[in-house]
């Protein structure tokens, strides 16, 4: 039910990238009063530091139907829905334009930085008329003053890049990893392009084992080939490979096998040093280099530059004065979390979910997109996109259409790697080519997360940020 006491404020909603602005693009198709505020001076800020990447996942798993039907009214065409585009295209071609249409581009406030969101005039401690006060938003300007805006209801798809896992093992950063900051990039440095003299002819260790170190290492792989002298090392914390390299060519997205493929083939090769079972506990100077020693006392020597590939965790700090219940280790919503625990949900399983599950005591605030799930690696797209419309048919009173399920979801029948590094859901690893020499295979673990979906979920590509299991 609509907020009576105050159904004039508008809906803030935190962060454009495409989950914000496709929440923006549903008020707007509903008639209901928004605000977006976006820290960065353009909308998917973010994306645009892995806009280099090519995605896995094809244009017709990319969009929103409420969106794409506001963007055909102003001549806008459609992508072909089988191609694949990078970071940057999926930008010029589907979120800025969303973002430049009239009845959304006047409710932008860019380079607007939340700082922290909070009832008006209350604290998480008081009780009394909370329900009905409505949220206040404490916001840094592009002039470096601070702004306070109402809104009576608050939808957060701010995201996670900014807040990257450390390169240490334990959830902080290892010793020296702050002293040495210059020398690590977190997430895809655009090694082939921008960034290709800091890797070109150095010895750059990877750490991390999901889609995002794929990608670093495959254009590592490709500056090798170019610029001798160029050494590989790839650290990752599982002892095991299990299905680390992913489906390979039974993967029903063919660009995501390939990925693993490829990236086997290398390790195989041993153009790419691969070691398992490394934690990272410090990092020191030697001379001009630096060293990765290992919680076992092993050293990766000799190293120019880390590229820290460890994913990435919601930042809280700007809603502590909000009464939300977390996961206490994901950090997710509580009622979401049991959903998608890496943990127990190895095989990229994804349950339909909206409002009911991302709702928080603290009524009509959700978090939405990536920073819904916490420090869950495998975050969709196209699961984003339900969310807001779920979210939105609840803030506007529709609560039919709040509980409706309306996500069409592509079968794949392929499973993913899990946090263990064992393998799941078949008798045999999904791709046939052998084990790196080495390494030994993890046996087939029986009876995992694909055994145990209940029917409504369905196997889906994993088609945002690159991001997967592992």
Same mark, same amino acid.
């Given at each position: 039910?609509?907020?009576?006491?105050?159904?004039?404020?508008?809906?803030?909603?935190?962060?454009?990238?495409?989950?914000?602005?496709?929440?923006?693009?549903?008020?707007?198709? /509903?008639?209901?009063?928004?605000?977006?505020?976006?820290?960065?001076?353009?909308?998917?800020?973010?994306?645009?530091?892995?806009?280099?990447?090519?995605?896995?996942?094809?244009? *017709?798993?990319?969009?929103?139907?409420?969106?794409?039907?506001?963007?055909?009214?102003?001549?806008?065409?459609?992508?072909?829905?089988?191609?694949?585009?990078?970071?940057?295209?999926?930008?010029?071609?589907?979120?800025?334009? =969303?973002?430049? =249409?009239?009845?959304?581009?006047?409710?932008?406030?860019? !380079?607007?930085?939340?700082?922290?969101?909070?009832?008006?005039?209350?604290?998480?401690? /008081?009780?009394?008329?909370?329900?009905?006060?409505?949220?206040?938003?404490?916001?840094?300007?592009?002039?470096?003053?601070?702004?306070?805006?109402?809104?009576?209801?608050?939808?957060?798809?701010?995201?996670?890049?900014?807040?990257?896992?450390?390169?240490?093992?334990? !959830? +902080?950063?290892?010793?020296?990893?702050?002293?040495?900051?210059?020398?690590?990039?977190?997430?895809?440095?655009?090694?082939?392009?921008?960034?290709?003299?800091?890797?070109?002819?150095?010895?750059?260790?990877?750490?991390?084992? !999901?889609?995002?170190?794929?990608?670093?290492? &495959?254009?590592?792989? +490709?500056?090798?080939?170019?610029?001798?002298?160029?050494?590989?090392?790839?650290?990752?914390?599982?002892?095991?490979?299990? =299905?680390?390299?992913?489906?390979?060519? *039974?993967?029903?997205?063919?660009?995501?096998?390939?990925?693993?493929?490829? &990236?086997?083939?290398?390790?195989?090769? %041993?153009?790419?040093?691969?070691?398992?079972?490394?934690?990272?506990?410090?990092?020191?100077?030697?001379?001009?280099?630096?060293?990765?020693?290992?919680?076992?006392?092993?050293?990766?020597?000799?190293?120019? %530059?880390?590229?820290?590939?460890?994913?990435?965790?919601?930042? =809280?700090?700007?809603?502590?004065?909000?009464?939300?219940?977390?996961?206490?280790?994901?950090?997710?919503?509580?009622?979401?979390?049991?959903?998608?625990?890496?943990?127990?949900?190895?095989?990229?399983?994804?349950?339909?979910?909206?409002?009911?599950?991302?709702?928080?005591?603290?009524?009509?605030?959700?978090?939405?997109?990536?920073?819904?799930?916490?420090?869950?690696?495998?975050?969709?797209?196209?699961?984003?996109?339900? %969310?807001?419309?779920?979210?939105?048919?609840?803030?506007?009173?529709?609560?039919?259409?709040?509980?409706?399920?309306?996500?069409?979801?592509?079968?794949?029948? +392929?499973?993913?790697?899990?946090?263990?590094?064992?393998?799941?859901?078949?008798?045999?690893?999904?791709?046939?080519?052998?084990?790196?020499? !080495?390494?030994?295979?993890?046996?087939?673990?029986?009876?995992?997360?694909?055994?145990?979906?209940?029917?409504?979920?369905?196997?889906?590509?994993?088609?945002?940020?690159?991001?997967?299991?592992?």
């Amino acid at each position: 039910m609509m907020n009576p006491t105050s159904p004039h404020l508008p809906v803030a909603i935190i962060g454009a990238g495409p989950v914000g602005l496709v929440a923006a693009a549903h008020l707007a198709a /509903k008639g209901h009063p928004w605000l977006v505020f976006e820290a960065g001076n353009t909308v998917g800020s973010s994306i645009r530091e892995w806009a280099h990447v090519r995605l896995f996942s094809p244009w *017709k798993y990319l969009t929103d139907p409420i969106a794409v039907r506001l963007l055909e009214a102003s001549g806008w065409r459609a992508p072909n829905p089988e191609r694949l585009p990078t970071g940057g295209e999926f930008l010029d071609d589907f979120v800025a334009p =969303l973002a430049s =249409l009239p009845s959304i581009s006047p409710h932008l406030r860019l !380079g607007h930085r939340v700082l922290a969101v909070t009832r008006r005039g209350m604290d998480k401690v /008081k009780t009394a008329g909370r329900e009905t006060a409505p949220f206040e938003i404490i916001v840094r300007e592009p002039e470096g003053g601070t702004a306070r805006f109402l809104a009576r209801a608050v939808i957060d798809a701010s995201g996670t890049w900014l807040s990257p896992n450390p390169l240490g093992a334990g !959830g +902080v950063p290892a010793v020296g990893e702050a002293e040495h900051r210059s020398r690590i990039r977190y997430g895809i440095p655009d090694i082939l392009d921008r960034e290709r003299d800091r890797y070109a002819g150095r010895r750059t260790l990877v750490v991390g084992s !999901g889609h995002s170190a794929f990608n670093a290492l &495959l254009d590592l792989a +490709v500056a090798a080939t170019q610029a001798p002298g160029t050494e590989i090392v790839w650290a990752v914390r599982r002892s095991e490979v299990g =299905l680390l390299f992913g489906g390979g060519r *039974k993967d029903a997205l063919e660009a995501r096998g390939a990925l693993g493929t490829r &990236l086997r083939r290398l390790v195989t090769s %041993q153009a790419i040093e691969f070691v398992t079972d490394f934690r990272i506990a410090r990092i020191h100077g030697d001379g001009d280099r630096v060293v990765a020693e290992g919680d076992d006392g092993r050293r990766l020597e000799g190293l120019d %530059q880390l590229i820290a590939a460890t994913g990435f965790r919601p930042e =809280l700090a700007l809603t502590r004065e909000l009464r939300l219940r977390l996961d206490p280790w994901l950090e997710a919503p509580e009622a979401l979390a049991p959903l998608i625990d890496p943990n127990l949900h190895s095989c990229g399983t994804v349950y339909p979910h909206g409002e009911a599950e991302l709702a928080h005591p603290e009524r009509d605030f959700y978090v939405a997109g990536m920073k819904s799930y916490g420090r869950a690696p495998t975050f969709l797209l196209l699961t984003g996109y339900e %969310q807001v419309r779920s979210v939105v048919s609840r803030l506007v009173g529709d609560e039919a259409g709040a509980r409706r399920v309306e996500l069409v979801l592509p079968e794949t029948g +392929v499973c993913r790697t899990d946090l263990a590094g064992g393998s799941c859901c078949s008798g045999e690893d999904a791709d046939e080519e052998p084990a790196p020499a !080495g390494v030994e295979r993890s046996p087939t673990a029986g009876g995992c997360g694909c055994g145990t979906a209940p029917p409504a979920a369905r196997l889906l590509p994993t088609i945002s940020m690159e991001k997967c299991c592992g």
